[in-house]
Antibody, heavy 118, light 105 residues
């Protein structure tokens, strides 16, 4: 069974750093792109970027380039989304999703809620 | 970047209604479009891929159509479980439409 399991709720202060994770199982982790999607409170879905864990090739949305870092550790089938200095506007639910060549995002993680407040 | 525009933003309908949501791309994307359903507090769920292919396990009342720049998601007979928000997404640069909320009339 394909599963993507994300790390838990995070409550942080502005300026702090954060790395959240998404662990895959039940599929070939190194031969599927994994993407990250942001959903701000009450808003729509925004594609942030993708990584290919096999060689760590990464693509970013222009809106998120330079704002976050996506990385992967294929030895533990895990991808990460990282911020070096959080802002209140980073408060959102973050989803990881597996990209299938034909189907686009066919499996999703359960989401990680990030709350940033002073 | 390719922009995706959905209409309407909100749709009020009754159980049993036929409902159609439109998604327009700012340039041709051939048939490279997916549709998702999202319920409050849940992750999105894939419904349709490559514009018109029904994902396994999705009820046949859902159908997708279109190519190039104009696409549709149709629910042939709206069921209580279908009240949700629907998003389109294109494959070229992964952008989503802004979403269409289907609510009870």
């Amino acid at each position: 069974e394909v599963q993507l399991v994300q790390s838990g709720v995070e409550v942080k202060k502005p300026g702090e750093s954060l790395k959240i994770s998404c662990k895959g199982s039940g599929f070939s982790f190194t031969t599927n792109w994994i993407g990250w999607v942001r959903q701000m409170p009450g808003k729509g879905l925004e594609w942030m970027g993708l990584i290919y864990p096999g060689d760590s090739d990464t693509r970013y949305s222009p809106s998120f380039q330079g704002q976050v870092t996506i990385s992967a550790d294929k030895s533990i089938s895990t991808v990460y989304l990282e911020w070096s200095s959080l802002k209140a506007s980073d408060t959102a639910m973050y989803y990881c999703a597996r990209q299938d060549t034909l189907k686009l995002f066919d499996y999703w993680g359960q989401g990680t809620l990030v709350s940033v407040s002073s | 970047d390719i922009q995706m525009t959905q209409s309407p933003s909100t749709l009020s309908a009754s159980v049993g209604d036929r409902v159609t949501i439109t998604c327009r791309a700012s340039q041709s994307i051939s048939s490279w479009l997916a549709w998702y359903q999202q319920k409050p507090g849940k992750a999105p769920k894939l419904l349709i891929y490559k514009a018109s292919s029904l994902e396994s396990g999705v009820p046949s009342r859902f159908s997708g159509g279109g190519s190039g720049t104009e696409f549709t998601l149709t629910i042939s007979s709206l069921q209580p479980d279908d009240f949700a928000t629907y998003y389109c997404q294109q494959y070229h640069s992964w952008t989503f439409g802004q979403g269409t909320k289907v609510e009870i009339k």
